[in-house]
């Protein structure tokens, strides 16, 4: 009975390192204590094959910024006014410093988006498409990162099982047919910019414009 007693304190020792730790919420005292009031959003940067993937991205990201209480520059007027400056390419505007931004715009805060994926990969009848973001929103005024995150999202869609083996076959290859030819991007994209944007773990503070009732849901 001793050595089962011993063996106690070490089995819970165990037990307690398995245990799944849920996630911790980001600090964001550096976004709060700045308070900006508006965001411009640059161009992604795109590591991705797909030449059309920034405007893509552009097109999903002002709306959660916008509800989440914050006034968002135009994303086509930035990019209009950056070529003016002779600046086309995002990554001379990555690498410009945020209070030039200030200085042009007059925004609180520049958002940095890195496309690192955004394909489909198809392997045995099946269709995987994946999207992967980094963001970073800096201070305009300092150039200090007030919040940074990763996102990766994947969609594998499924043909459904009819009981018939040689039908469920079928139709998972038309499925995957189908997520091949026209993979579903924009709303993993949506979904990515909304979960980084209001999420539980990685939210930006509320912004000044956001509604009352929003802001107590």
């Known amino acids: 009975m001793r ?8 089995l819970l020792l165990i037990l307690s390192g398995c245990a799944t730790q849920s996630p911790t919420a980001m600090d964001t ?13 640059l161009p992604p940067v795109n590591h991705s094959v797909d030449v059309d993937a920034p405007g893509y991205f552009l097109s999903t990201i ?3 910024l916008a509800e989440r209480g914050y006034y968002v ?19 001379e505007m990555h690498a410009l410093p945020t209070q030039r931004y200030q200085t042009l715009f007059g925004t609180d805060a520049v958002l940095y988006v890195t496309i690192n994926k955004w394909d489909s990969q198809y392997v045995l009848l099946s269709t995987t498409t994946i999207v992967e973001f980094e963001y970073e929103i800096r201070s305009a005024h300092t150039g200090e990162t007030l919040w940074k995150t990763i996102k990766q999202m994947t969609y594998s869609p499924d043909g459904g099982s009819t009981g018939d083996p040689l039908a469920d ?11 091949r030819a026209a993979p579903n991007y924009m709303p ?13 773990y990685t939210a930006i503070p509320t912004g000044p414009y956001m509604p009352v009732k929003a802001a107590k849901n």
């Open 188 to 200: 993993l994209t949506r979904q990515a910019n909304n979960d980084v944007i209001a999420g539980p």
């Open 29 to 41: 005292s550096a976004f709060q204590a700045e308070a900006p009031r508006s965001i411009l959003v």
């Open 62 to 64: 002002s709306r959660p």
């Open 3 to 10: 050595w089962i007693k011993s063996l106690c304190p070490l």
């Open 169 to 179: 076959l079928l139709a998972s290859a038309i499925t995957a047919a189908i997520e």
């Open 73 to 91: 520059f135009p994303v086509n007027t930035v990019k209009m006014i950056m070529e003016g400056e002779g600046i086309a390419e995002p990554t």
